[in-house]
């Protein structure tokens, strides 16, 4: 059973006796809809007819300031005269939804699309358009006409990252002027901690929930519990965020084919997800990526199920209206109103016995607040004794405790270490402190312990460098490293295209780092001549536009594992 607040309870039964988002509950499934991934969507209506989803996530306005808006076949048609999408059908099931008890919010960004704020004050000014054109303001071209959305999801993947802060707060600026009735803002962060983009307005801005991106990244779904880092987020909700009651919701692939990787079966997310609900008190409920994917699978109805049985509600307080600075003291007002909600320890107070996970937990959390007081716990030093599987950081190096004695490496250049959920990860700096010496505690792993391969470790857990390929159509390109078994690779490669999408015919070639082969590929057909990989689409399958293009390709390698060199990346559409 969901449970809801009084008010909301009113609400819903003024709507006809349905069930209604209480955005308080961990009980939560919010699902993007609008980018057609699973090639069969339906009309949005058509998904808000039964009580499988609570939030519906409209992907996306991918363009900023200059509105570009994209939801494939669900929209194709525009304001006479401009190329504005202008939605009809969309809007009356908005408002079909809406009667349901549902939620609908916009997202802006994606992981291919033109947009980005040059500065404070132009975000605020869209802020403004953006009320005027899909919320209660008016504007000579609405694209969803008179319904009025709920609220803003920002999926922000590309573009730079200033002037999100002054847009969130003079939207909820215009949300306050309409105390009636509630909205949200949300966002969709990656999973590795912090976000490239979204880091620092995570921190200065007040969002309702959060979902996080566990796919496409070592730190996702598939590789739990190693590298899964809810911890991360959880411990971001409750000493960072400036809404002490944000909700993070564990994002994960509708489908095999919704992700490069991070997929798992209902039963597997269903352990992941009970795990989740017990430990941590920040979850809000499940995001998946997107609606055709989870709804083809299957997946939806078992999500609904795992989040209906069980499930409790806590209480938030209301944001900050004119301010998003001055609100943390108006953030433990309202206490829990749930008499089932597990005691979940704080993060930082867990119990230190039990396992390495716990004690490089605090590590992390003690080496991720700048502060001046803490003095810097150990530094591994390279040839010293160490015990069992540990690992540290010192600084610009990664430590491993290989056969009783520490074998320190350096880390790319440009990147620090960290410990992040008891691993030491190679990273940038994003603001934090590039002096950090840590060691974890001693248990070993219970995979890749082979710790005579120790470059497979970092590598791991580098964060790709975006760069341009140079192409006949702007692109950007991005490799992901994915799971590493033994001397066997798996590299995710990721094309977004900036602008104009690109055509079923098109080819990347890449160099390939010393010491790796190319395999397979999951998408497309694959050549290698001497070190240069090159994979081509296949025209019968790539008969349409794409904004965007994820596969993996698998391989070999001997040495030390790396990424592919996206400087050397070319790619063609024809
Ligand atoms: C998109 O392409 C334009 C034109 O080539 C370029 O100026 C801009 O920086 C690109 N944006 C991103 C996010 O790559
Ligand atoms: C590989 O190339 C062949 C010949 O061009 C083509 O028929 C086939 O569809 C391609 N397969 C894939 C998976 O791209
Ligand atoms: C392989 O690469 C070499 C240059 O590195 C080039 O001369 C040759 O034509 C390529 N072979 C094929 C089949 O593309």
């Given at each position: 059973m969901k449970l809801f607040s009084t008010a909301l309870a009113a609400l819903a039964t003024l709507a006809g006796c349905v069930t209604a988002f209480n955005v308080n509950c961990n009980s939560n499934y919010a699902s993007y809809y609008g980018q057609n991934s699973a090639r069969n969507q339906k009309t949005l209506g058509?998904?808000?007819?039964?009580?499988?989803?609570?939030?519906?996530v409209l992907a996306f306005m991918n363009g900023f300031p200059n509105i570009i808006l994209n939801f494939a076949n669900a929209c194709e048609t525009t304001f006479e005269g401009s190329s504005l999408l202008h939605c009809p059908n969309i809007a009356a099931d908005i408002k079909?939804?809406?009667?349901?008890?549902?939620?609908?919010?916009?997202?802006?960004?994606?992981?291919?699309?033109?947009y980005g704020f040059s500065s404070d004050s132009q975000a605020s000014q869209f802020a403004d358009t953006t009320w005027n054109m899909f919320f209660k303001g008016t504007a000579a071209q609405r694209p969803f006409d008179d319904a009025v959305l709920d609220g803003i999801d920002l999926d922000i993947e590309g573009g730079g990252t200033s002037g999100?802060?002054?847009?969130?707060?003079?939207?909820?600026?215009?949300?306050a002027s309409d105390p009636g009735r509630q909205?949200?803002?949300?966002?969709?962060?990656?999973?590795?901690?912090?976000?490239?983009?979204?880091?620092s307005t995570l921190n200065s801005g007040w969002f309702d929930m959060v979902y996080v991106q566990f796919y496409n990244n070592y730190c996702g779904l598939n590789a739990y519990p190693t590298w899964f880092n809810f911890a991360d987020w959880d411990n971001w909700a409750k000493t960072q965020s400036i809404n002490k009651n944000v909700k993070v919701y564990i994002g994960a692939p509708g489908s095999p084919s919704a992700a490069s990787s991070g997929y798992i079966d209902g039963s597997t997310l269903s352990t992941i997800f009970n795990a989740v609900r017990s430990k941590y008190t920040s979850l809000g409920g499940i995001m998946t990526w997107d609606v055709s994917q989870a709804r083809t699978s299957g997946l939806a109805g078992s999500i609904r199920a795992m989040l209906d049985s069980g499930g409790s509600c806590s209480g938030g307080g209301p944001p900050s209206s004119t301010s998003t600075t001055s609100s943390s003291s108006k953030t433990t007002s309202a206490t829990s109103t749930s008499s089932t909600a597990t005691t979940a320890p704080a993060y930082s107070t867990a119990n230190p016995s039990s396992t390495t996970?716990?004690?490089?937990?605090?590590?992390?959390?003690?080496?991720?607040?700048?502060?001046?007081?803490?003095?810097?716990?150990?530094?591994?030093?390279?040839?010293?004794t160490c015990s069992g599987?540990?690992?540290?950081?010192?600084?610009?190096?990664?430590?491993?405790?290989?056969q009783g004695k520490w074998y320190t490496s350096p880390c790319t250049p440009g990147t620090y270490c960290y410990m992040s959920g008891g691993v030491a990860t190679c990273d940038w700096s994003n603001g934090r402190p590039t002096n950090t010496c840590a060691i974890s505690g001693s248990s070993s792993f219970s995979r890749r312990t082979d710790l005579t391969k120790t470059s497979l470790i970092t590598a791991a857990n580098l964060r790709p460098k975006p760069a341009s390929a140079i192409a006949n159509i702007p692109t950007r390109v991005e490799f992901v490293v994915g799971d590493i078994v033994d001397d066997k690779y798996t590299t995710v490669v990721k094309i977004q295209a900036n602008k104009s999408a690109f055509t079923g015919n098109w080819l990347i070639s890449f160099k390939l780092p010393t010491g790796q082969t190319a395999e397979t590929t999951s998408r497309g057909n694959l050549s290698v001549n001497g070190s240069t990989v090159t994979i081509s689409s296949d025209r019968s399958v790539e008969s349409l536009q794409n904004m965007a293009a994820f596969f993996k390709i698998t391989g070999t390698f001997t040495g030390h594992y790396a990424l592919p060199d996206a400087a050397s990346a070319v790619f063609l559409s024809t």
């Open positions: 058509s998904y808000c007819a039964d009580a499988t989803e609570d939030v519906i079909y939804c809406q009667s349901q008890g549902k939620v609908v919010i916009l997202s802006m960004g994606g992981a291919a699309g033109s999100y802060t002054a847009f969130i707060s003079q939207l909820r600026s215009h949300f909205y949200y803002i949300a966002a969709a962060p990656q999973c590795p901690f912090p976000d490239a983009y979204l880091g996970a716990v004690s490089s937990t605090t590590t992390t959390s003690s080496s991720s607040q700048p502060s001046s007081s803490s003095t810097p716990a150990s530094c591994p030093v390279s040839g010293a599987g540990q690992q540290g950081c010192n600084g610009q190096s990664f430590a491993l405790c290989n």
